[in-house]
């Protein structure tokens, strides 16, 4: 599953990315919404008290000092919940998709494989002694 989403990222497929994007805008609420109604209280449990939430102040007695690290740790789990959702129900049933279309086109499925990169710069060494000879 991991290095699907590796693929993915990596492949530059940019109608998927586009997808992605408008449904992570759209799953961006309800996770936030999630996050700020189940996991915030849990942290709460963790630092009783609080009144201005999980962090610290960089001078003492100052509000305007305050470095909330909750915020960050919620922004955190609303991203990694948000990209973990659009991988597995969007991008993960439309690469099976794609697979099933292509078997059935009977297109191969795996692309010849890539050059290495010293079989690239043996190419290259050899195109530069053609060069500098003729």
Same mark, same amino acid.
């Given at each position: 599953?991991?290095?699907?989403?590796?693929? &993915?990222?990596?492949? !530059?497929?940019?109608?998927?990315?586009?997808?992605? %994007? /408008?449904?992570? $805008? =759209?799953?961006?609420?309800?996770?936030?919404?999630?996050?700020?109604?189940?996991?915030?209280?849990?942290?709460?449990?963790?630092?009783?008290?609080?009144?201005?939430?999980?962090?610290?102040?960089?001078?003492?007695?100052?509000?305007?000092? &305050?470095?909330?690290? !909750?915020?960050?740790?919620?922004?955190?789990?609303? %991203? /990694?919940?948000? $990209? =973990?959702?659009?991988?597995?129900?969007?991008?993960?049933?439309?690469?099976?998709?794609?697979?099933?279309?292509?078997?059935?086109?009977?297109?191969?499925?795996?692309?010849?494989?890539?050059?290495?990169?010293?079989?690239?710069?043996?190419?290259?060494?050899?195109?530069?002694?053609?060069?500098?000879?003729?």
């Amino acid at each position: 599953m991991l290095k699907g989403f590796k693929d &993915f990222v990596l492949r !530059g497929n940019i109608v998927e990315l586009a997808v992605a %994007f /408008v449904i992570g $805008a =759209a799953f961006a609420t309800l996770v936030n919404t999630f996050v700020s109604a189940i996991i915030k209280p849990i942290l709460a449990i963790i630092t009783p008290g609080q009144t201005q939430g999980f962090g610290f102040h960089l001078v003492s007695g100052k509000a305007a000092t &305050f470095i909330d690290i !909750g915020v960050l740790i919620n922004s955190i789990i609303v %991203f /990694v919940l948000t $990209a =973990a959702l659009i991988y597995f129900l969007l991008v993960v049933p439309m690469n099976a998709i794609n697979q099933r279309r292509a078997a059935r086109a009977g297109a191969p499925e795996e692309e010849p494989a890539a050059p290495t990169e010293t079989e690239l710069l043996i190419e290259i060494r050899d195109l530069l002694k053609a060069q500098s000879r003729g």
